[in-house]
């Protein structure tokens, strides 16, 4: 259990850093984060101004950009205009993922 413990914390580490890096890049590419996470590895980001059906831009986003998202309506009915973003991947791939999303809302 001790080495479990260890590892807990890394991972609690790392998950932290990445949040600190999604939240505000998300917000740069013109989403909204209204409240940052703190228990989930997970990114909730208003998206309705892009595409009030998140369903379709949830797959425009992976379709266009290479981007893979859940929508918010997954989430139940208030989720509707949002998309979740997970950071439980490497840095690397939050990095590519936000600048594809960039590209692709700057084509807009």
Do not use: I, N
Request: hydrophobic share 45%.
């Amino acid at each position: 259990l001790l080495r479990a413990q260890d590892d807990v914390a890394r991972m609690r580490t790392v998950y932290d850093e990445r949040r600190r890096y999604l939240v505000p890049a998300l917000r740069s590419v013109g989403l909204t984060v209204a409240t940052e996470p703190l228990g989930a590895f997970y990114v909730f980001a208003e998206a309705a101004h892009w595409d009030g059906d998140s369903v379709h831009l949830a797959s425009r986003l992976l379709e266009e950009a290479g981007v893979a998202v859940a929508p918010g309506r997954d989430f139940g009915p208030g989720g509707e205009g949002f998309l979740r973003f997970s950071y439980a991947t490497s840095m690397e791939r939050l990095h590519e993922g936000v600048a594809r999303l960039g590209e692709w809302a700057g084509a807009r």
